[in-house]
Nanobody, 122 residues
Framework: QVQLVESGGGSVQAGGSLRLSCAAS??????VGWFRQGPGKERERVAA????????YYADSVKGRFTISQDNARHTSYLEMNSLKPEDTAMYYC?????????????????WGQGTQVTVSS
């Protein structure tokens, strides 16, 4: 079992920045992903990272603007979001799965946080 708690959402104007945090109850052999679901939209995988390091994954819609990182000692993943746009408005979720590095980010994420709202105004 992995418990996840997100924080850091809020309201910001277009062009602004926010940093989301995801604290996990354990942080080994873990694929950690950030997802979002906007109003009337399907859930989208935004970024992913493996706890043991290696490559990261980004959706095309956020490449160059969002950065995923982690602090293994703090069992925490971060999503740094810059140059935010109104279309980034969504509920953002942290998700995780106990898996191997080569299965990340395509794994089925079995553990989910409660979500944190991000609202970007124009």
């Amino acid at each position: 079992q992995v418990q996840l708690v997100e924080s850091g959402g809020g309201s910001v104007q277009a062009g602004g920045s926010l940093r989301l945090s995801c604290a996990a109850s354990r942080y080994i052999n873990l694929c950690v992903g950030w997802f979002r679901q906007g109003p009337g939209k399907e859930r989208e995988r935004v970024a992913a990272i493996y706890s043991g390091g290696g490559s990261t994954y980004y959706a095309d819609s956020v490449k160059g603007r969002f950065t995923i990182s982690q602090d293994n000692a703090r069992h925490t993943s971060y999503l740094e979001m810059n140059s935010l746009k109104p279309e980034d408005t969504a509920m953002y979720y942290c998700a995780a799965d106990l898996t191997t590095p080569w299965s990340c980010p395509g794994t089925s994420f079995n553990y989910w946080g409660q979500g944190t709202q991000v609202t970007v105004s124009s």
